[in-house]
């Protein structure tokens, strides 16, 4: 009896592993695309904007006072941050905004010439990354991706099932592809093989992207404002205020030279106080998560009120932030050629899935593995699904659907009968 309701749960898993991969494959294999090419981005965009940073270093140096008031005559727009960088070959970045909305403007430090100005939002890689996030749908586009992504995770957990060997352990076939067998055998193979190797890469990748999501997302960050286990408070600044004591404001050369003395590592911004009361912060965006530092001064005395180190974040907010670097491959070379690798191998994986399917695949019908109707699932596989329902909301609620879908179905055909 145990060794029936196991080899009727291994068609049940293969079922809707098949029926789940058949219908999102399209999504997967443009989100694989979409991804890949954005980890390109910081190679594109050295290469596309290198005209504009690039300067003929000079004896004369304007003050960044003197720079930041070219640029916003230029711009008509308030300054947000300054980029402060040591390598004088490579023109003086304002930004103005944050995130999408974000530009960057590049002025010749030495004959204050605006040499150009970037807009994220009209870059080539933020609408790639916005197929790779919404699928240039908004809204519904989000839930798309996420529902993909959430499905995906159960793809690779059914697969792993399906993959477990039934008939005792063999190299060829579980571990290594069957070359000689057949076309059928050998895109089985390589399906199934490739992922079984990449399945935890892929599990930690998808772990980074569900962050991003407005679902799953914003849960993630609710159970961490109620674990108060993110940023630590005052860690962006902007409460902390600026006593106005002697009613001089301290230069944003002075500030930036102040900078350059903390020999921070990656790249160093220093964001200008929008009012009276707002603070001077310096902050880094380093390879290492550890050597990310924060420091907010008092824009009148140049007193030090709060600083930060990585150590001061909090449990959820530092593997949030690990994942989502570790998805975009940040971690150095090793990270960028891993996804790299991982993304081309499961793109791979994807098509060699389709081919098996229609080499399998009998004229005029879908194949789907046949589950006798009578079959029930155990209580412990009951369990396992309400917890990925509860834990990939959408999810859950596409199963929901596919529940009441069964269950008229079923009805359906016993009226017929």
């Not at 727009?77 to 403007?105: P, R």
């Not at 899935?353 to 589950?371: C, E, H, M, Q, T």
């Amino acid at each position: 009896m145990q060794n029936n309701y196991t080899k009727h749960l291994h068609k049940w898993m293969w079922k809707w592993h098949f029926i789940a991969g058949v219908i999102l494959m399209p999504v997967i294999l443009f989100l694989i695309i979409t991804g890949t090419l954005y980890l390109f981005k910081k190679i594109y965009e050295d290469y596309s904007f290198a005209s504009m940073q690039k300067v003929q270093p000079k004896a004369i140096v304007l003050s960044y006072e003197k720079q930041r008031d070219i640029v916003e005559k230029h711009t008509g727009k308030k300054v947000s941050f300054l980029i402060v960088s040591k390598d004088e070959n490579k023109a003086t970045a304002f930004e103005i905004g944050k995130w999408s909305k974000k530009t960057t403007v590049y002025i010749n430090q030495y004959t204050g010439e605006i040499q150009g100005s970037v807009k994220v939002k009209d870059t080539l890689m933020h609408k790639i990354k916005k197929l790779h996030g919404n699928l240039l749908l908004g809204y519904y586009g989000e839930k798309a991706v996420e529902i993909t992504a959430s499905w995906m995770v159960i793809l690779i957990l059914t697969g792993l099932y399906i993959w477990w060997p039934q008939k005792g352990w063999k190299l060829k076939g579980l571990f290594l592809i069957r070359t000689q067998a057949g076309k059928r055998i050998f895109y089985r193979d390589l399906h199934a093989v490739s992922a079984f190797w990449l399945s935890i890469f892929m599990l930690i990748t998808l772990a980074g992207g569900l962050p991003w999501t407005s679902v799953w997302g914003e849960g993630f960050k609710t159970v961490q404002k109620i674990t108060n286990s993110g940023y630590p408070k005052d860690y962006s600044g902007k409460k902390l205020k600026s006593i106005n004591k002697e009613n001089t404001t301290i230069s944003l050369d002075e500030m930036a030279k102040l900078t350059k003395t903390l020999k921070l590592e990656g790249r160093v911004s220093l964001s200008i106080p929008k009012n009276e009361e707002a603070v001077y912060t310096i902050k880094n965006k380093a390879q290492d998560l550890y050597d990310q530092k924060v420091y907010h001064y008092d824009q009148y005395s140049k007193t030090l009120i709060k600083s930060f180190t990585w150590n001061d974040v909090g449990s959820m907010m530092q593997s949030r932030q690990w994942l989502m670097r570790f998805h975009q491959g940040l971690f150095g070379l090793w990270n960028w050629v891993l996804m790299l690798v991982v993304s081309l191998l499961f793109f791979l994986s994807g098509i060699a899935g389709i081919v098996s399917y229609y080499l399998r695949k009998a004229k005029n019908d879908f194949s789907i593995p046949a589950v006798p109707i009578q079959f029930k699932v155990g209580k412990g596989i009951i369990v396992i699904l309400l917890f990925l329902c509860v834990f990939f909301p959408l999810f859950g609620m596409s199963v929901l659907l596919i529940v009441i879908f069964e269950f008229l179905k079923k009805y359906l055909f016993q009226r017929k009968k």
